[in-house]
């Protein structure tokens, strides 16, 4: 039953893109007789300034989020936290993936990696980090990005209302899977 | 904040560095990012110009207008300094659609495009305003219902068990997300006057 709807799901999903490419214009072009071509160029002109905008605010926080990486820093705050959170009966397998989430994308992907070759993908941990990896986004590169777009930088109770989310949602992960699959 | 978060990253980073004898690594990342930064920043511009000239498009036609009417219950609710005709809903919405269906490289520039047009409405350019506070905790929260292709092709057969489990831990963290939000963006500290 569920594998047929993760199935079907993903497999659906490649088709979304191309179908939203044709139906837009398409609908634009026989509804309401509109020049798809003019008005496509018209709003692809700000692609590239909104992408130049983006670039110091991003060269802000992947160097200082690259820099904490490469430093160790994180390892010593685990070894800290792992007794704490082990308590809670949170598992110090899955506390790296925890932190690495709202760093960096590409270095979650790798911590996921790593679990699985090194558990296997039917291991609660791994199912443990992939539910956690699915379910929160690169909190420092999405902040960056969105408000650097528009040269916001007073960013108010964003990052921790953002952070927040994230550990509730590294938390949750672990109690679900816990609770439905271990 | 980010002042100090941003500040404090790169202290400790130098000061652990020292310590474990990374010290290298560190200037290494450093400077390897700065790179990285911008090579993702210039690797947006064709993704973000196909779906910005289809979004033209979409606005052209209507079809956003007709997307945020649909959803205007919601979205009422969740940007209330919004007006309910505004732009920015059509592109908040479909952001969320994209998320939603793990859309990345499109989600991305619909994104930007709503906080644009919510900066239209912000009286303070430099400061975030609560519906862009709430726009982008909602985002970071992830509000995806398709397991990542990535973590498909990782996991093989072991991913139908974590379908649901990323469901609803997600949903936590978006449930979390909002009330969070709302909770600050009424406490001083985080008023728009006192804003870091």
């Known amino acids: ?182 | 904040m980010l002042n100090y978060i941003w500040f404090g990253m790169m202290a400790i980073s130098v000061v652990a560095g020292i310590f474990t004898g990374r010290i290298d690594a560190v200037t290494e990342a450093a400077i390897s990012m700065s790179k990285v930064a911008v090579e993702i920043s210039i690797g947006l511009i064709g993704i973000m110009a196909l779906w910005l000239g289809i979004m033209k498009i979409a606005e052209a036609s209507g079809l956003i207008r007709i997307i945020a009417r649909g959803l205007r219950p919601i979205t009422v609710r969740l940007f209330p300094d919004v007006p309910v005709d505004h732009p920015a809903i059509g592109s908040i919405v479909l952001n969320m659609s994209a998320n939603m269906l793990g859309l990345g490289n499109a989600a991305t520039p619909l994104g930007l495009k709503a906080m644009e047009e919510l900066q239209e409405l912000n009286p303070k350019k430099d400061t975030a305003t609560n519906s862009m506070v709430m726009f982008l905790a909602i985002n970071t929260s992830s509000v995806q219902i398709i397991v990542p292709a990535t973590v498909v092709a990782l996991m093989g057969a072991a991913v139908s068990q974590i379908f649901i489990t990323t469901i609803l831990a997600t949903l936590a963290s978006t449930i979390t997300a909002i009330v969070m939000v709302k909770l600050l963006e009424k406490m001083k500290r985080f008023s728009v006057e006192n804003a870091s």
């Open chain 1, 1 to 182: 039953m569920i594998e047929s709807i993760v199935g079907s799901l993903n497999a659906g999903s490649k088709y979304i893109i191309p179908l939203l490419l044709v139906g837009i214009p398409l609908y634009a072009i026989t509804v309401k007789k509109i020049k798809v071509y003019e008005v496509f160029v018209e709003g692809a002109k700000d692609g590239f300034t909104i992408a130049v905008r983006i670039i110091p605010y991003l060269v802000a926080i992947l160097v200082a989020v690259g820099m904490f990486r490469a430093s160790g820093a994180l390892d010593l705050l685990l070894s800290l936290l792992a007794p704490v959170l082990n308590l809670i009966g949170f598992p110090p397998e899955n506390l790296p993936l925890a932190f690495m989430r709202p760093l960096s994308g590409s270095g979650s992907l790798g911590l996921l990696t790593d679990l699985v070759n090194e558990y296997g993908p039917d291991s609660l941990y791994s199912k443990i980090g992939a539910t956690m990896f699915g379910s929160s986004e690169t909190t420092f590169y999405v902040l960056a990005v969105y408000f650097g777009s528009v040269g916001i930088t007073r960013s108010r109770h964003a990052l921790i209302a953002g952070l927040t989310a994230d550990a509730v949602g590294a938390l949750s992960a672990v109690y679900i899977c816990k609770l439905l699959i271990g």
